[in-house]
């Protein structure tokens, strides 16, 4: 008997039919049926319960060999066979695509049905005696089950307004399970994008964290990759219009390291280095259907590249630092629009980091000039100090000069007195004591003469250090302001 839906469930129960005398706590089990699950129970005891048969069964199907019952309501007394597997040729495998169209099955005696033998002993296995079978199809035609009601106590005749109520029973089901579906993806959807949020919170975080720019760039390529699961991870930093070097790299064992190496245009795609400033991002599935120019596809060929994932690193007032590029070197891949979002923001908050930690290195290298600036003053004002510790001795030894050539004077003075009046032993004497005299005026003088030169030389130190203080004052007073332009 095949047959085809013509009454609504509403209709069937206007029409004063025992179908319309469920008990109550059948539609309280509808409104609380969200799992799959507990819409295929509620909807085989619907049926048992309307029809008033010895069993009702789901199977589901797995494969057009392999069948399981996933639900079913049956009489005490009877076999339960859920959680059953019944594998072809016993059960009707040749009628699935049948049944996938629409076709339902009546059998009101399976003796005198025209089945397999198999089919039937199987069926007495379980008691069958009179079956319908009525299929589960999704909207896209494919089959999910069969909806499947058993008579065992005798032989049944199945009614026009059973069957239809069962076609009405297995199209809700199916509408059910559809919205169940929907409302698990649409869930599944909502925690993704919040697990999704919440790791890629978690790792510009870490980058953040990083306190070098070395240490922001490594870290990026790190994240990204566990991100994305991929090959190889690189930032392409820009030294040029025209050029580019690899400054950060993670990749698999597999793959031969790439790190510092320079790619010159045309080779690289520099002529979008505008569209990428912009915040151009580019998935490519298969580089060899990207429509990009060949030298550019024979350089990513070399070093494996399948497919690729650019998203550029702005940085100091949106100048564009380089490219964080995946690489996908074994296997061509679709780039995922949630992998595609995670991984843009992985390459701006790298380029915040990358602001910040440059601007922290800067900021520590003038202090560790400032540090040496204050060291040299220091070092300067030591030597002043010291400079003054010597002018009071060097000022005193002016003061014995003068003295010393006073003295002379007055010796020459008496010498010549004594040479005027004394005797011949006295002159001798005299005149040794004038030759020790003019020795020691001798070396007065030179003395003297080395006494002025330090002066001098004291003198011109004094101005160099003083200038060389004041300029000090300036650099450590620029330190401390910077201009704009720095």
Known sequence: MTTQPSLSLSGISQN?????????????????????EDILQASVEIVYQALKCDRVVVYSMESKTLCKIVAESVTPGYAQIYGTTIQDPCFEARYIDQYQKGRVKAITNIYEAGMSPCYVENLEKIDVKSNLVVPLTRKNNSLYGLLVMHQC??????????????????DWTIEQISRSQAYLDLDNQVKNSQKAQQLITDITQDIHRAVTSTAV??????????????????????QAESMGEIVAEVTIPALAPILGSVIQDPCFEYRYIDQYQQGRV????????????PCYVDNLAKIGVKANLVAPINWDNGKLYGLLVAHQCFSFKDWQTDEIECFKQIAFHTGLSL?????????????????????????????????????????????ILFEVNNLNRLLEREINLINQNGSSQTRKDTKLVQIIIRKLAGITSKFKQSLNIVNITQNEIDVILQEAVT??????????????SS
Request: charged share 25%.
């Open 153 to 170: 106590s005798g032989t049944r005749q199945w009614e026009q307004t059973e069957v239809e109520f069962v076609l009405q029973i297995a």
């Open 217 to 238: 760039l490594q870290l990026a390529v790190v994240k990204a990759k566990e991100l994305l699961n991929c090959d190889r991870v690189v930032v392409y930093g820009l």
């Open 16 to 36: 004063g039919n025992q179908l319309n005398l469920l008990p109550t706590n059948i539609f309280k089990k509808l409104r609380k049926a969200y799992t799959e």
């Open 282 to 293: 580019r998935a490519i599935r298969n580089i060899y259907e990207a429509k990009m120019t």
């Open 355 to 399: 602001s910040k930690a440059k601007l922290k290195e800067q900021f520590q290298s003038m202090e560790t000039n400032i540090a040496q600036l204050n060291y040299i003053q220091k070092t300067i004002n030591l030597a002043q100090s010291k400079i003054q510790q010597i002018k009071q001795p060097i000022q005193k030894t002016n003061h």
């Open 471 to 484: 300029n000090l004052n300036r650099s450590k007073t620029s330190q401390d302001y910077p201009s704009e």
